[in-house]
């Protein structure tokens, strides 16, 4: 018998988290970490952005319905439903946006890989390829055109320096514990580790939190 | 288009964030349910009450169509208290406990806040309705106090001018261990640092300082580290001869 099946008993109205709030939490637990973290993380796999703009889109067409009915009653509601819109809109836009200033900043790098382009959506995947492409052909047409042929590409690696950007791994990140777990750190003088409990602040590097943040165990605050 | 700020959540977002805790609200007008995209609301009949996500209860308290019960956290005396052991203890106070017992008098919040693939964190943790405990400070503390201040000071369970009085003495006495925990900062012994208890607006705050000084400490310290690396490797792998020629004899 689990927990859930005694809570059920002792309370007949027991009932999990609902699926839309289920979707705000992931939104919003997506939205911060994409704002928090140095590099840009996995699109959500789960299909969370694709059910999140059709909701909106339906409460758009919604909206638009009410508009013409013109009793007060409904007017209050169709405020509150256009406050929550908004609301959703700014956190999806502002995600978005996160992760394409992201992208422009290390275009190459996430395209380098396959493991690094699998992180994008197929939309940015489309964006960063043909932004690229129109960047290497301006550049040739203005200037590197006139380099010797071996000169001309923007991604060598060679000679110990690789020209590719790319984003500062180690840097520190804020993250709150989502279950109890072991936390391992590297420091400049000594590696440690730590029983870390639910809901305890922790700062370290993004490289030491990632694999937390990846299972689950923790969120970027 | 892209988002050209710095990493790190700035205060309008903190507050954005804030604005989804959930508060509780008596009603004073009759409202149907609103099928809004993070779930329906809970019908209002007044006097019931109900809980709402703060932007909501503050948009309903404008128009005074309901009142805000504040959180027990609020209370003059709560805050007194928590005052009393922050100056008294050495870090920040600890957050609220998980909500995840089921009280019989109140059917229906029995909830489990980890269900099988989600764990439920602020700012949706109910930590700021009036079910919340009182003592302990949750995540947007500052925020959803200020804003309940500014628009609901006239549902306080005290004069305004006393609770933000409390709450300025709070504000203090956590700066300064703010300040105080950045000088442990620059060692940042073993990698890493617990700030358990900070609140969303103090992270915020100090964000850009605390993780400047992190990052330029690491810098300062990249070569050291490196070699300590190589030596460490070095001792293993003399450690792994070692035992081999154990097996050896």
Known sequence: MDIDDILREVDPVFHAVPQEKRDLQDLTRAWVAERCAPELLHWPADGLFERVNDNIKRQIEKVEEMTGDMDPKTNFALIVLQTELERFKY??????????????????????????????????????????????????????????????????????????????????????????????????????????????????????????????????? | MALPLPPGLTHSEVAFLAEMEMVTVVPRQRLESIDLLSGQTPPLRPPHRAQLPLWLALLLKKQRRANIVPPPWLHPASLADIIHR????????????PPAR?????????????????????????????????????????????SLLTHAGDDMAAPVGEVRSLLRDLVEVRAAKMRDSISELQGLERGMMLLTGVGSIELAESRGFVLGVVDGVRKIGASTEATRRDKEEMGDERDDEGSDDDMGI
């Open chain 1, 91 to 221: 956190i999806v836009r502002s995600y978005l946006r996160a992760r394409i200033a992201k992208i422009d900043r290390h275009t190459l790098h996430y395209l380098s890989t396959d493991e690094l382009r699998s992180r994008l959506s197929e939309m940015e995947l489309a964006y960063a390829t043909r932004h690229q492409a129109l960047l290497h052909n301006h550049y040739l047409s203005s200037f590197l055109s006139s380099f010797p042929p071996q000169m001309q590409n923007l991604n060598d690696a060679g000679g110990n320096s690789t020209m590719i950007d790319t984003p500062d791994l180690e840097s520190a990140v804020f993250i709150r514990l989502l279950i109890d777990t072991v936390v391992e750190g590297r420091g400049v003088d000594a590696d440690g580790e730590m029983n870390g409990k639910v809901d305890d602040i922790v700062i370290l590097r993004w490289s030491d939190a990632k694999p937390l943040v990846d299972a689950g165990s923790a969120e970027l605050v």
């Open chain 2, 86 to 97: 922050e100056t008294k203890g050495a870090g920040f106070s600890a957050p609220p406990p």
């Open chain 2, 102 to 146: 089921a009280n019989p008098h109140e059917p229906g919040r029995a909830r489990r806040f980890a269900d099988d693939d989600v764990t439920l964190s602020p700012p949706f943790q109910p930590s700021c309705t009036a079910n919340a405990p009182a003592g302990y400070l949750p995540y947007h503390w500052l925020e959803v106090a200020e």
